[in-house]
């Protein structure tokens, strides 16, 4: 059985924002808080109820804010604290939650800590053992932007470890103060009134050295524990980004008795469509479906809330690696939603997916700024020419899921009056907010009304799944049903070919993405629709 707090849970809808790229409210080229509150209203009526803010904090910006400064600070350019706190009154006013992005794993080198700890390794540096230090590298760990993850720091003659870019230094968890601090930063945001966090790479802040995994340490639980598990944090949302497909391990972490996680992502289909980050594979939606299956029946056979979605501001677009991205972008990105926003669980969706982004393409590095593309280019520019290693980055950047919200076709896609501080997406006259909303074929409405379907439907929040489906089926089919007589609600998605589909159930057709009035019938490649089927 869920709980009462799952159960509400399980009614949130998050839409995630990456602050740079949503809104300029001043001219400056970046997005800020200003140019979010000014689009609320635009969010409402997509039907979402909470915001995910990517890392809003100071910070010097080397891994777009993953590099915090200060954690009670807001980033010079997306505005003040005062404007943090007009964001959260704004949301709650009209009954919308906000979810903080938390970067307990590392900081910025730039952050007080850091410049203490540096210092000197003297017993009397209360600083001294914030991060790990170590005369030589304790292992061989490569960091995750590239490099070794030690790196020599000249003023206090020793190496200290950094899972990510060299200006993000791991923090010492196993250090009381450090938990502390970051308890006093959780609940510094609390009392401002934040609803809940998504909790960056939490799996990292205990590294099991002994196993050699910066990972899954033996007092993860302890620590997560140690943040969430008071009775000044028991009511929030709190979503942790792990790399977990252990479903015990899931269970550890977010079973409802264990204060500590609500939920964590499951990234099992981000590999869909891929060999690796940045190498295309030939795939089909056959794939995420049952990706999706296994997962949806693991966790909630254990009543464990699914997270649900495809995009965020590490992948490239979902649509453009496992759909048809030109002529039918708008039945892929459809299909594809369908698939996964009526299952139970908490969808996310990520700013640009509502009126179907798709990836760009630029021929120069210089059109790209994100530290993880930069350093891989240098990498593969040693391996292959630099055309084919534009190709890796054009397909797997991060950047290509970061350009500018696209509002409509005019200059800058209407995201700044200046100039953008990174370009805006290279299809973006094509693929644009109004654009999709002039169209017949309005990705952003079909959105809206699979949103409206969960809202106004309790089989689709709290009902069971019954998979209608087969392995060997070229369609996926399912069926949610409710805890009263309310209806069940039947979604189908074909899949890349026209099929026939058969299925014994008959009802009244609530949304298609072409059209569709009965169940059984023959599909066209990506056809969608969803059915509210009568008892
Ligand atoms: C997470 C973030 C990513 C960031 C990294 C280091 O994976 O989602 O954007 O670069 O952690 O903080
Ligand atoms: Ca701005």
Redesign the pocket.
């Known amino acids: 059985m869920y709980s009462e707090k799952q159960k509400a849970m399980l009614k949130w809808v998050v839409y995630q924002i990456y602050p740079r790229s949503f809104s ?3 001219g ?1 080229g ?3 808080i200003p ?1 979010i509150i000014s689009k609320i209203d635009y969010l409402r009526e997509l039907g979402v109820n909470a915001v995910w803010l990517c890392p809003c904090y100071k910070s010097p910006n080397d891994d777009n804010g993953y590099d915090v400064s200060d954690y009670r600070e807001i980033m010079e ?1 997306f505005g003040t604290l005062e404007d943090a706190k007009e964001l959260i009154s704004a949301l709650h006013l009209r009954g919308m939650k906000l979810i903080m992005d938390l970067v307990p794993n590392h900081t910025s080198s730039s952050h007080r800590w850091f410049l203490e700890s540096r210092k000197s390794a003297a017993p009397d540096n209360p600083y001294r053992d914030y991060y790990y230090w170590a005369d030589e590298p304790l292992n061989d760990w490569r960091a995750c932007f590239g490099g070794s993850a030690w790196e020599y720091d000249p003023v206090r003659k020793q190496y200290y470890l950094h899972s990510y870019a060299v200006s993000q230094p791991d923090l010492n968890w196993n250090n009381p103060s450090v938990v502390k601090e970051m308890q006093d930063v959780v609940d510094f945001w609390v009392d401002l009134g934040v609803d809940g966090f998504r909790i960056d790479v939490i799996d990292q802040i205990s590294k099991d050295f002994e196993n050699g995994r910066n990972c899954f340490g033996p007092r993860l639980h302890e620590f997560i524990h140690a943040l969430f598990g008071r009775e000044k944090t028991a009511h929030l949302f709190t979503v942790g980004e792990c790399w977990a497909n252990d479903i015990d391990e899931i269970e550890r972490h977010a079973g409802q008795d264990r204060g500590e996680l609500t939920t964590l992502f499951q990234f099992d289909h981000m590999e869909c469509g891929r060999s690796d980050k940045f190498t295309p594979k030939p795939d089909s939606l056959r794939s995420l479906r049952d990706i999706l299956v296994r997962w949806s029946s693991l966790m909630t056979g254990r009543d464990l809330i699914q997270t649900l979605f495809t995009d965020n501001h590490d992948q490239n677009r979902f649509i453009s690696r496992m759909g048809n991205d030109a002529e039918l972008r708008y039945e892929s990105a459809t299909c594809i939603a369908a698939m996964v926003y009526g299952l139970k669980g908490v969808p996310f969706i990520y700013q640009g997916q509502e009126y179907g982004s798709a990836g760009s393409h630029y021929d120069r590095i210089g059109d790209f700024r994100d530290i993880e593309s930069l350093n891989m280019f240098e990498e593969l520019k040693s391996e292959m020419p630099e055309g084919p290693a534009m190709e890796k980055i054009n397909f797997g950047s991060r950047d290509n899921a970061r350009r500018p919200m696209a509002w409509n076709g005019g200059k800058n896609g209407g995201f700044t009056e200046g100039t953008p501080w990174i370009p805006v997406s290279s299809r973006w006259k094509e693929i644009n907010l109004l654009s999709d909303l002039q169209s017949e074929k309005s990705v952003w409405r079909f959105y809206r009304e699979l949103l409206a379907i969960r809202r106004k439907y309790d089989a689709v929040t709290e009902g069971e799944t019954v998979f209608l489906s087969s392995d060997a089926d070229p369609f996926f089919a399912y069926l949610r049903t409710g805890p009263d007589d309310s209806g069940r609600i039947l979604y189908v998605c074909n899949f890349e070919s026209e099929s026939e589909i058969r299925l014994p159930l008959e009802g009244k057709a609530l949304l298609s993405n072409c059209g569709r009035k009965r169940v059984s019938g023959t599909y066209r490649p990506y056809e969608t629709a969803v059915f509210l089927i009568k008892r």
């Open positions: 300029d409210s001043n400056d970046i997005g800020d140019g350019e």
